[in-house]
């Protein structure tokens, strides 16, 4: 997939149901990034949450250290 991190944020979640606790989970920029490295932050995986009865979708979020004032246009890709 593809995504933007708007400029002036450091992190940005991404919500799809093929995410485990196992995939890896490739991001790649394709803007210039002023330097800043994009990183994998957080995984979770899609989970029944069995108090509420639902269940919670699995997420990735990518972010950078430090804030920049323009878009950071990212390719991601998931493999489980």
Excluded: H
Aim: net charge positive.
């Amino acid at each position: 997939g593809t995504a933007i991190l708007k400029g002036n944020t450091t992190e940005l979640t991404i919500i799809n149901t093929n995410v485990t606790g196992n995939s890896l989970i490739y991001i790649t920029p394709a803007k210039e990034t002023q330097n800043q490295v994009l990183f994998l932050m957080r995984q979770a995986p899609q989970d029944a949450d069995s108090l509420k009865n639902k269940v919670v979708n699995g997420s990735f979020t990518v972010g950078v250290s430090q804030k920049i004032p323009q878009d950071i246009l990212f390719n991601w890709l998931i493999v489980n």
